[in-house]
Structures are given as structure tokens and as C-alpha cells.
């Protein structure tokens, strides 16, 4: 798992509670300490029943802490009154899994073990992520629990639909890692330098009909665009998705507009745009399409057939036309697939299409550009600028772009 700027030595307080799902956190533990951050695990008794402090300790790499009162001892904390020290040093507090009784303590107020003593005395965001058996999620005092802990601020994760250990099926599956991640990534970002901005980004290959059955699309994977995306929200952004990629999990806390067509596109970018603080045009649009789309599946008879295609709208050029007359997006970032005369051609789109910036692809490495986790990448500004960058990840790449954006916007 790659690092996580975003997460980079920041103190998360993991508290566990005793719930079947109490193993799911052992790999957030893990995925959050190979991202970079610093992991306090926080048992309660009950959690002990179900995973030991050991294995916690092992994937975190630190101590993990159970016992409010034995100090000295394993689990204990090494002095009385160090359990505030953990609340004072968090910048967040997770607790997953929550159990009905913890949302219980913390909701009222309770105090009588570590895990609840220290979410009384944290001074950073508060995330829960209850998970229980679908009848106790939907009891009513849960139910309450979760509003109260809600409206003072603290933020909780809708469990997820699925089947429980109990053969039962229903709402109160604890999210998977990656979501869990992508929860942290927003709460952590959220005053970030791009909070109150919303962001519009585009993504994938765009997909135009010949038939009921084909379509014509590009190498796009939308990877590049879906690493901005995530960018964004680590910065706090608003952010707008705006995809035409199949497959990829959109970044928890983007609003996904999913799109087909270059014209879809198109009338879901001008729409977005409308307030926004920026637009990132990352996705491969289709500069054709068939001239007609066939209601019925075309059949083979010729050896050859022959499909004429026409030009879809410039997406870029109508935003440059909509911004000249209501000043929005403020900030217009495009990319440029090239595959020769790489500063050349980006410098001529860069000036055309009125962008602040553009990012330009060697489409032709195979270690950059399409479908691949990396890139490299000449980055142009209309004041001249260019800048390159070496081959790196995508998600460095969305860093930068998001970097520039801020630097712009100020
Ligand atoms: N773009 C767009 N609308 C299109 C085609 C492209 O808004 N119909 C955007 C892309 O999202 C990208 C930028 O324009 O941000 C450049 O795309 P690219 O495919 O590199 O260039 P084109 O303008 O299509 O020019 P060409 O294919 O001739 O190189």
C-alpha cells in the first residue's frame, strides 16, 4: 500500500470494540500504519474476546492499550492520567467496530473504560462506524444513539447491507478497508486548503454508440482522473465526478455523476461548472462518434463496412465560452494525450482551449498514461511555466495538480 500524503504521521486513535467485525479493523490498522500514519489501538474488553491486543500490536507496530487502570502492565497505559496524553496528541478518533453499547457510553456520556474515557477527551474529529446485527442497528435507542452523536458533531459511517454472522441479512456490515480509508481520508481532509471550493473532475474514456450493442471508446481507464478526484477531497474540496470509467470506486465523499457519451459529458460539465471553483479535464473524450447510432444490431454482410463518424463538441471549448461570460470555473485545468511533439502540441491546446494549466501525457510509454498505476508528465502554465515530472504515481500526480489548482485559486 502506497503512502498517504494526507495521513503522513498523523496520530489516529483506533478504537475497537467487541463486535464480529473486530478483525476488519486489524487490516485498517495495518492499511492506516503502511500509509504512514501513527496507530493507537484501543481495545475494549469485549474486543480482547475477539482479537487479540497482539495482533494489533504486530501490523501497527506500536503498543495497543486496554487497561484504564493497571499501569505498568501489557495493554495498561504507561501513566495514570496517559490517556489523555493520547486524546490530546490524536487528529482523529476512530471508533470501528462500534458496538450498540459504546455508541451507548459515548451518547450519554458514560465513561468507565479506556476506549469511552479517551473520546471524552479528544479535541479532533470523531468518526464511528457502527456494526451490529441489522435488528440492533434498527432498534430505536441505536437509532438515537447514532442521531445524538450525530448533531454533536461527531461522524458516522451507514454500516453497509449484507449478510451477518448470524445467517441473517440486513443493514449493519462494517464498510470494507478501503472505504474505511477513504472515510478517514475525508474527515482528515475536510479543513483542507480547498475546503468551501467545489471541484469538477472528469475521468475515463468516453463511450459512443454504433449499435444497441457496440461502441466506440478509447484506452482511457480513468485512473489518472479518479487519483485527482481523491486529491481533492484529501484538500477538503466539494468534489464533482464527472465519469465516464466502468469499474473504479469513486473516492468516498466525491459525488459521482456517471456519464456515457462525449454529449453526456458535455451537458454534465456545463451544468457543474456553473459555481465552481475549478475544473480538471481528465478524461479522453471522443473527438468523433458513428453519424447515427442503428436502433438494431448491425449485420455482417459487405467485407467492409463503412461507418461514418462526425465531430463531437469540444467539451473544453464550451467551458472557455460559458467562462467568458459568467467568470466560472475559475480555474480550467485540461490534459493533453500526445504521442509526438509533446510541449508543442500541449502548448498549442493550452493556449486554444484558455486553460490555467495543462498536464501533458507521453501516451506512448508504457509506464505512463493509460491503464497504468504511474505517469510522467509536463505540466504547462499560461505564463510559460513548465514543469516536469518523472515517473511517479498517479496519486502524485493528482497531488500536484491539486497543489497547482490551490496555488492558483489564491
Ligand atoms: N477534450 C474536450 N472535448 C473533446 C476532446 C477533448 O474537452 N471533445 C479535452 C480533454 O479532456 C483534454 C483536452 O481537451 O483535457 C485535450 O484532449 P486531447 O484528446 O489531448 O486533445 P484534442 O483536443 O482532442 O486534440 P487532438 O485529439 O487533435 O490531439
Known amino acids: 500500500m502506497e503512502a498517504i500524503a ?72 504507561p501513566s495514570h492520567i496517559a490517556h489523555i496524553g493520547l486524546a ?4 482523529l478518533m476512530a471508533v470501528a467496530p462500534a458496538t450498540a453499547n459504546t455508541l451507548a457510553k459515548l451518547a450519554h456520556g458514560f ?13 479532533c474529529p470523531l468518526l464511528i462506524a457502527p456494526a451490529m446485527d441489522g435488528k440492533m442497528y ?18 458516522l459511517i451507514e454500516p453497509e447491507a449484507g449478510r451477518f454472522a448470524s445467517g441473517l441479512s440486513g443493514i ?10 477513504g472515510h478517514i481520508r475525508r474527515v482528515m481532509g475536510r ?5 468551501g471550493h467545489k471541484l469538477v473532475v472528469t475521468a475515463g474514456g468516453t463511450r459512443e454508440s454504433i449499435d444497441p450493442v457496440r461502441f466506440i471508446t478509447n484506452r482511457s481507464t480513468g485512473k489518472q482522473g479518479y487519483a485527482i478526484a481523491q486529491a481533492a477531497v484529501d484538500a477538503g474540496a466539494d468534489v464533482v465526478l464527472i465519469s465516464a470509467a466502468a469499474g473504479l470506486p469513486a473516492p468516498v465523499g466525491a459525488t459521482l455523476v456517471a456519464v456515457d457519451s462525449a454529449e453526456s459529458m458535455r451537458q454534465a460539465v456545463l451544468a457543474n ?28 454482410s459487405d467485407d467492409n463496412l463503412n461507418l461514418p463518424l462526425t465531430r463531437t463538441a469540444d467539451i473544453l471549448m464550451a467551458v472557455k465560452a460559458q467562462r467568458a461570460q459568467t467568470g466560472y470555473p475559475m480555474i480550467a485545468v485540461g490534459f493533453a494525450a500526445e504521442s509526438e511533439n509533446l510541449v508543442e502540441n500541449a502548448s498549442d491546446k493550452l493556449q486554444s482551449k484558455g486553460l490555467d494549466l495543462l498536464i501533458a501525457n507521453d501516451i506512448t510509454a508504457a509506464d505512463a498514461g493509460f491503464a497504468v ?38
Open 273 to 300: 461548472v456553473a459555481d465552481s471553483s475549478a475544473l480538471v479535464m481528465a478524461a479522453a473524450v471522443a473527438d468523433y462518434r458513428p453519424r447515427t447510432v442503428s436502433e438494431q444490431k448491425i449485420k455482417k
Open 138 to 155: 434498527e432498534n430505536p435507542a441505536v437509532r438515537d444513539n447514532c442521531e445524538r452523536l450525530r448533531q454533536r458533531g461527531a461522524d
Open 373 to 410: 498505476d504511474t505517469n510522467r508528465v509536463v505540466a504547462l502554465d499560461m505564463d510559460g511555466g513548465l514543469h516536469q515530472i518523472d515517473l511517479t504515481s498517479k496519486a502524485a500526480i493528482g497531488a500536484y495538480v491539486i497543489e497547482r489548482i490551490g496555488g492558483l485559486l489564491q
Open 6 to 77: 494526507l495521513l503522513q504521521d498523523k496520530r489516529i486513535v483506533l478504537g475497537v470494540c467487541g463486535s464480529i467485525a473486530a478483525y476488519k479493523a486489524v487490516d485498517l490498522a495495518s492499511k492506516l500504519t503502511q500509509a504512514g500514519a501513527r496507530v493507537d489501538v484501543v481495545l475494549t474488553a469485549a474486543a480482547q474476546r475477539f482479537v487479540s491486543p497482539l495482533t494489533f500490536q504486530a501490523v501497527s507496530g506500536r503498543p495497543v492499550y486496554s487497561d484504564l487502570w493497571s499501569a505498568g502492565s501489557p495493554g495498561a497505559l
Open 191 to 195: 479543513d483542507g486548503e480547498l475546503a
Open 172 to 181: 449493519g456490515r462494517l464498510p470494507e478497508t478501503d472505504s474505511m480509508l
Open 111 to 123: 465513561a468507565d473504560d479506556l476506549l469511552s474515557v479517551i473520546a471524552m477527551a479528544i479535541d
Open 88 to 91: 490530546e496528541a490524536a487528529d
